[in-house]
């Protein structure tokens, strides 16, 4: 989903950012060397201790600035038994994720209101079209380990919950009340659930 490049390589240089660009600037290629182009973060198992049991280890262009300009990123999404990487979309990427382990529901819900699910064991792939609401959710006893891959070096990613009840400025319970047609006491029930992780 992003541009084609203009050049073999443009490591993003992060600190360069004063002037907005669509994207970041290349460092020097004189000072590129291998190591821009290798990223060892993914080889860490997440910390899954938190209340969705998950843990989502980003290999995007923040992390892996030699992705600069090439269109593609990964994810490691580590699930407890149990744990649930909420429903969340991406802005600017199709997601394709498999499955490294465990058992896993994967699915998402097209802009028809189709709810499109499986559950996928270790080297299954399912394909999330790009910007529709997915999730992924360790339905087996042992840890579940998914890769995920995107056509963009930078997906985005907007969580439901936290985009409705966690947002800063606050979203209005009135807009919420009115949309989910339920009291204010549930709204704000559901507020307090994500005021310590906003
Ligand atoms: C999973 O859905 C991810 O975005 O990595
Ligand atoms: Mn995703």
Redesign the pocket.
Known sequence: ADPDPLQDFCIADLAKTSTPINGFPCKLASNVTASDFIFNGLAVEGNTTNPFGSN?T?ANVLAFPGLNTLGVSM?R?DLAPGGL?PP?H?PRAT?L?IVVKGEVLIGFISSGNVYFSSVLREGQMFV?PRGMI???MNVGKEKGL?I?T?NSQL?G?VVAPLALFAAKPAVPNEVLTKALQVDEGVVQLIKSKFAASS
Do not use: L, R, S
């Open positions: 989502v980003a994810n999404v990487n969340h991406h997601e994720d999330i997915h999730f992924q998914v995920t995107f997906p990613a």
